[in-house]
């Protein structure tokens, strides 16, 4: 599997993200081919080379007849589809075009199909989302991932008129994303990067995991003085079929309630999109016998599950860590046992596959036939 880690050193936008990939090995002149289906009135597009803080890297020129304008989102798809670049371009390209579309009819306050803005109807950016998705398309790549976003401060003058940094339909795409904001008075990441990088990929705040294949580097017209601006790329590989992932670790030592109501909290926990929680008995200050309450989960729940352990186990705080983890590859499937389906967990990691029956499913054939649950499962293994 071919994966992609952007290092958002500086900000990221449509032309950088492009001319990163570029420098990863699409050729030039593959993507010139590609945007002549687009019927782009005297359109052409270069890649030079330019240095920003001493580091070598590729820069976007990109010129066309065609004066701005404005168009709904809808017909800029209908302009991509009309392309056939094929399918997985064009899902691609949808799923950034939709997400910009989306956030700035939030902003805006009118619905997504009276959108009309030059952010999206500018020739320039449908050229770098079309753009960015052949590229991935001609590099065979399955996954994207991202590091932690960075971004200006102060205010741009935009089309619409004085405008905050980070601009509104950025904060508008940045749920559950983290940002850094740089010492820089300027706009660093544009609405087309933040919709690439978040529409089509995962964020890893702390990093990668694969062996680098290639590096690229890409940059914008902006050069500035107290950063390198300049979007980094990671090409990876993975010989290994597990999956590295980040997650949230949550902990609580508490010596104030019993196991009755660790075990609620813990079922609850599972209810409402925790991956794993365990308890461990303790001793705490004072020799008092006690418990440590441990959640796994992803980002997305973590301020949930915080509220709710908080709230319903009255302890006095929580420690949050984001950790690395690898699990193995699962796929779900079954298989007949005693006339009865068995629910089966198939996983591989690093060549090796093995399956383990469902406990749910061991248990209902358990009730239904009266055997005990050790019995059927060496039936299992005796008949494998």
């Known amino acids: 599997m071919n994966s992609l880690y952007f290092d958002v050193v500086s900000g990221a936008s449509g032309d950088m993200?492009?001319?990163?990939?570029?420098?990863?090995?699409?050729?030039?002149?593959?993507?010139?081919?590609?945007?002549?289906?687009?019927n782009i009135p005297g359109f052409s597009i270069d890649v030079i080379k330019q240095k920003r803080s001493g580091i070598s890297a590729n820069h976007l020129v990109l010129n066309w007849e065609t004066p701005r304008t404005y168009r709904h989102v809808e017909q800029i798809l209908g302009m991509i589809q009309a392309a056939n670049f094929g399918e997985r371009v064009y899902a691609r390209c949808e799923k950034v075009i939709l997400t910009i579309g989306r956030a700035e009819a939030k902003v805006?306050?009118?619905?997504?199909?009276?959108?009309?803005?030059?952010?999206?109807?500018?020739?320039?950016?449908?050229?770098?989302?079309?753009?960015?998705?052949?590229?991935?398309?001609?590099?065979?790549?399955?996954?994207?991932?991202?590091?932690?976003?960075?971004?200006?401060?102060g205010s741009v003058k935009t089309e619409h008129g004085i405008m905050p940094i980070p601009v509104p339909a950025v904060a508008q795409m940045l749920d559950n994303v983290a940002l850094n904001i740089l010492d820089v008075q300027s706009e660093l990441l544009t609405p087309t990067g933040c919709a690439v990088l978040t529409a089509l990929g995962t964020q890893k705040p702390h990093g990668f995991f694969g062996t680098v294949v290639k590096t690229g580097y890409g940059c914008g017209t902006r050069v500035i003085e107290q950063i390198p601006n300049v979007l980094r790329v990671f090409m990876l590989s993975h010989a290994n079929p597990g999956t590295f992932d980040a997650v949230c670790l949550l902990e609580s030592d508490m010596d104030h309630i019993s196991g009755e109501i660790m075990g609620d909290i813990a079922s609850r926990l599972l209810d409402g999109g925790a991956l794993d929680v365990s308890w461990t008995p303790i001793y705490m200050k004072k020799g008092r016998p006690g418990y440590r309450l441990t959640v796994i989960c992803d980002h997305s729940h973590k301020q949930d599950l915080i509220d709710f352990v908080m709230l319903h186990s009255r302890t006095l705080g929580v420690r949050v860590q984001s950790v690395a983890r690898v699990t193995a590859n699962r796929q779900a499937s079954q298989s007949l046992l005693r006339g009865e389906q068995l629910a089966l967990k198939t996983c591989s990691y690093n060549g090796t596959s093995f399956t383990k029956p469902e406990y749910e499913s061991l248990s209902a054939i358990s009730r239904k036939s009266g055997v005990p649950i050790l019995e059927i499962l060496e039936t299992y293994y005796k008949d494998r």
């Open 108 to 153: 805006h306050a009118m619905p997504l199909e009276k959108v009309h803005f030059h952010e999206i109807g500018a020739i320039d950016t449908i050229v770098d989302v079309a753009g960015i998705c052949l590229a991935l398309e001609y590099l065979d790549i399955d996954e994207i991932q991202y590091s932690v976003l960075t971004d200006g401060k």
């Open 17 to 38: 993200i492009l001319s990163s990939l570029i420098d990863l090995g699409v050729p030039i002149e593959h993507l010139r081919t590609q945007f002549a289906k687009l």
